[in-house]
């Protein structure tokens, strides 16, 4: 198979954003927020741990401690007796209280607004910080390039990193700046439903055409439907 031109695969990529449009028009942040703030924590909580589990404990969460300045003096053993049910929790639960202190002592109690500043917080990268720019304050930065996206970014040939924080440099080269903001939510979604990690559902993935995982692993679907029509 030739190498594919940067022109074509921008073309293809171009494509699937067109295509998730399409199915996920209204694409939403599946974590359970009410400001920047707790938005933060959340996101810092999803971290290895599914959406549904985070939100099953952030009511409690910020119920007891509702602003930065309530979670900074809170103590990670209190905090972690909250989250126990998710993974690294202990991890988590330091990071949370550190996050919130530095919020408070840094930035006077608001969550900052650059990517700069919100990496500097505990337990905050690239993907967290992405998230809350784009949610909480429509500022798009760039693409959160979580498991699911990292997935089928690889499947869709749009990358050959080996991680996901590598991976986001090559998506957003071959996908206009215009269409970053819904991709994280639009992906995960279409991650869960078509494009599992163990059991993809190529025969019915509406990429299945322009997807050289699909081709490769199943043959060609849109082909082989052709074929059952004609035989």
């Known amino acids: 198979m030739p190498r594919e031109s940067k022109k074509a695969k ?3 990529a171009l494509t699937v954003c067109e295509r998730m449009n399409e199915r996920y028009p209204q694409a939403e942040c599946a ?5 920047p703030f707790t938005l933060v924590i959340a996101v810092l909580l999803s971290a290895q741990t599914t959406d549904k589990a985070v939100n099953s404990v952030t009511p409690t969460l ?5 602003t930065p300045a309530a979670m900074a003096a809170a103590s990670p053993v209190e905090v972690g007796d909250v989250i126990h049910r998710l993974g690294f929790f202990r991890t988590k639960a330091q990071h949370v209280v ?10 006077g109690g608001e969550v900052p607004r650059t990517m700069e500043e919100l990496t500097s917080l505990p337990g ?3 993907k967290t910080a992405n998230i809350v720019l784009n949610n909480a304050f429509g500022i798009v930065e760039g693409i959160a390039v979580d498991t699911h996206v990292y997935r089928i970014a690889t499947r869709l040939k749009l990358t050959n990193a080996s991680s996901p924080a590598a991976a986001e440099k090559d998506i957003l080269a071959v996908i206009p700046r215009e269409m970053w903001g819904p991709v994280n939510h639009q992906w995960v979604l279409f991650g869960r439903e078509i494009c599992d990690a163990k059991k993809p ?7 299945n055409d ?5 081709f490769k692993a199943h043959g060609n679907p849109v082909q082989k439907k052709k074929a059952r029509r004609l035989s």
């Not at 974590?31 to 400001?35: Q, S």
């Not at 550190?98 to 930035?107: G, Y």
């Not at 322009?210 to 699909?214: D, Q």
């Open 210 to 214: 322009i997807c050289p995982s699909a």
């Open 98 to 107: 550190e996050t919130a202190q530095k919020i408070m002592a840094e930035f």
């Open 62 to 66: 910020f119920e007891k401690w509702p």
């Open 31 to 35: 974590l359970h927020f009410t400001d």
């Open 10 to 12: 921008c073309e293809r």
């Open 124 to 126: 905050v990268g690239r």
């Open 201 to 207: 559902l190529c025969a019915e993935c509406p990429l």
